[in-house]
């Protein structure tokens, strides 16, 4: 069964940096488009990166672009999301999750994904 973590999450201040961590075990998806989405209290789950199989191809929210950087590790089975110049709004709970098979014009879709991890709590304070 596959199982995905979350880890590193905290409490900073706006302008710092944290990174974030997803470690995938079990299946056999370590290859598979890993995506990160945040939701904050009151509003709706929401598409922030997502990282291809070849684990270089990248994409972002807009309202991260620039900031947020997604990455594999060597191992394959983790996905890092370094968060910079992070802002009260980026304040969430964020999740990785994965699909099996999730298409390029779904990939911002939380219904696409089929698991997903506990989340990791960050709160940028002002």
């Known amino acids: 069964q596959v199982q995905l973590a979350e880890s590193g999450g905290g409490l900073v201040q706006a302008g710092a940096s944290l990174t974030i961590s997803c470690t995938i075990s079990g299946g056999n998806f370590g290859r598979n488009r890993m995506a990160w989405f945040r939701q904050a209290p009151g509003k709706e789950r929401e598409f922030v990166a997502a990282?291809?199989?070849?684990?270089?191809?990248?994409f972002y929210a807009d309202s991260v672009k620039g900031r947020f950087t997604t990455s594999r590790d060597n191992s394959r089975n983790t996905r890092n999301l370094q968060m910079n110049r992070l802002t009260p709004e980026d304040t969430a709970v964020y999740y990785c999750?994965?699909?099996?098979?999730?298409?390029?014009?779904?990939?911002?879709?939380?219904?696409?994904?089929?698991?997903w991890g506990q989340g990791t709590q960050v709160t940028v304070s002002s």
């Open positions: 990282i291809d199989r070849d684990g270089y191809t990248t």
């Open positions: 999750a994965l699909g099996p098979s999730v298409i390029t014009s779904r990939m911002r879709e939380p219904s696409a994904y089929a698991y």
